[in-house]
Structure formats: C-alpha cells, structure tokens
C-alpha cells in the first residue's frame, strides 16, 4: 500500500475516534461543572482542555477557560485541531483522498456527517441543545465504526483506519485518567467529590455500565484504574487498545515482507507493561507518573508508525 495512501486511513480513523472523544469529555465535564466540587466549574474546563491537549491553543486566543469559550473551542472552532469541527474536516478530507479504499457505508457514514455539520445552526452548542448536538457527534462516530467493522475486508486498508482508532483511544483514556489522577489517590480519604469524579472519568470513556457489571459494587479508586488500564474486556482500556495496536502492526509486518522498525518494538513494550502490571503497582510507583510515561510513549509510538509506514505530514 502506498504511504499515502496508509497515511490517510490511519488519520481517518484517528480523526473519527477523537471527535467522539471530545463530544464524551464534553457531556461529563457539562455535568462535573454543575457540581463544581472540589475543583471550580473555571478548573473543571480547564481539565478537559488539558485533557484534549489544546489548552495552550485555547488560551493563545482565550483569557480564562470559561464555559462559552471552551465548548465553542472544542466544537465550532476550526483553529482547533483537536476540536469537533476540525476532526469533521480532516476526517472528510482524508476520506475522500482515499475514497476507493473505502467500503460505501463508510464513505456515507463520513460524508453524511460532513454535510449535516455544516448544515447546524451555531446554536446547537449553546444552552439545553448542547447535550442533543453531542450525542449527535458520538453517534455519528459510532455509525463509521461500526461500519469500518462491518464491511471492510480485513486488509491492509482495515488494519491502517482499526490502527489509527486505537491508538486514538488509548491516548483518549490516558489522558482522561491523568487529568484527575488526584482524585484516584486514596491516602487522604474519599468524599463525594471524589465518588463525582471517579464518575465522570468513567462516563467519559462510556464505561460506568461496565464498571458495574464487571465489579457489582460501588465505586472504588482502584477499581476504576484497573478497569481502564488492565481489564481486557473493556474496548477502551489500555490494554484491550495496545493489545490490538500489536497485533494489527504485525499484521501489516507479515503482509508487507515481514519488515519491522522501532513501533514494533515499542507496542509490544507498551502491550506487556499493561499486561503484565498489577493496579497494586500502579498505584504505588504513583499513577500520574506511570500515566503521563504512557502518553508519551504512544506520542513516540505515533511517530514511529508514521516514519515506518506513512508520510509523516498531518499532525
């Protein structure tokens, strides 16, 4: 497969899974800002651009993370790389350059989006319609994964867009953790701020439902961090995410002589350090650092895979 070509899936599949991303952290930050405890409703939209890691973007055109400028960064903006609009953009974008590579339900599902976007009326991110527009967005995400998994042949073209939505994720995950990594430290005691945002981080991931059926008991620190790091059952952990980015760049390895480069090396580094840790461990070598290792190894991973196999152009 030409590097281009690659190129364009993968972002593709990078760009879709991070505007469903950003509609998820949204929904919970909207709820957590109500709250506003322990952290000021100020503190709680400046943890969800961290968390997406636009702050310095936002705060080079915005004096101070309040509400109305944060949801219109993350949303409307196009100066945004990381905000909806912009994924919208270069999802589109990246589609069309690739649009034989595609399956017809995924270009539809990608397209459709495009033009409805384009169609809203800037009010949909203001007041009560806010939540309406992002579950509109993580449908819409939903609809292109679920037709990516539906109806592609399990090829080269597969394995680059699946490649580009876990790596996605797993950054997604990380970053949601860290950005409240305080509130998962026990030894001071928890309150209800805690339990809120031990919530928040879950609803962010769309996890709390499986954080009950998995455990059948209340919230529990450790518990949380065990789910979204080590528990293979969840698609967004961060082990379910390295275990299929390993598999999948081997996968491109076989089928393309059999070359492999240092992002080889690095997921199956990453995949056996969520595999082979103990939430125990996690918690005692002190979970910010273990998290923010982590995102900067799949920073590192990213840029490997773009030396390797693709052109290295987008962001």
């Excluded at 790596?167 to 430290?185: K, S």
């Excluded at 499986?210 to 979204?228: D, G, I, K, M």
């Excluded at 760049?249 to 002589?257: C, R, S």
Aim: with cysteine.
């Amino acid at each position: 497969m030409l590097s281009r070509t690659a190129d364009c899936l993968f972002w593709l599949g990078r760009y879709s899974e991070r505007a469903g991303n950003v509609a998820r952290g949204l929904a919970a930050t909207l709820r957590m800002a109500m709250l506003a405890q322990p952290l000021s409703a100020e503190d709680e939209w400046r943890s969800l651009l961290i968390a997406t890691g636009s702050e310095p973007g936002f705060l080079a055109k915005h004096p101070a993370p309040t509400a109305e400028a944060v949801i219109h960064w993350l949303t409307l903006d196009l100066d945004n790389p990381s905000g909806i609009a912009a994924c919208v953009e270069a999802g589109r974008r990246n589609a069309r350059t690739v649009r034989t590579a595609l399956t017809v339900d995924m270009w539809e599902a990608i397209n459709d989006t495009w033009i409805e976007f384009r169609r809203l009326d800037p009010s949909v991110t203001k007041g009560d319609r806010l939540p309406g527009f992002l579950d509109w967005v993580k449908s819409r995400t939903l609809l292109f994964n679920g037709a990516a998994t539906d109806t592609m042949l399990r090829d080269d073209a597969w394995r680059f867009v699946h490649l580009g939505t876990m790596l996605e994720r797993a950054d997604n995950t990380a970053r949601l953790l860290d950005v409240r990594h305080a509130a998962f430290d026990a030894s001071g005691g928890a309150d209800a701020s805690h339990y809120a945002q031990w919530q928040a981080v879950l609803r962010s991931v769309s996890a709390l439902r499986a954080y009950q059926h998995v455990f059948h008991a209340r919230l529990q620190p450790q518990l949380v961090v065990e789910l979204l790091l080590l528990r293979k059952e969840l698609p967004r952990s961060l082990l379910a995410c390295y275990r299929s980015v390993e598999s999948v760049l081997d996968a491109i390895a076989d089928n393309n002589g059999g070359t492999r480069g240092a992002c080889h090396s690095l997921a199956a580094q990453l995949h056996a350090s969520m595999r082979d840790t103990e939430t125990t461990d996690i918690l005692e070598q002190g979970l910010h650092g273990f998290l923010t290792g982590t995102i900067d190894r799949n920073i590192e991973l990213g840029q490997q895979i773009g030396l390797l196999y693709l052109n290295g152009r987008q962001p």
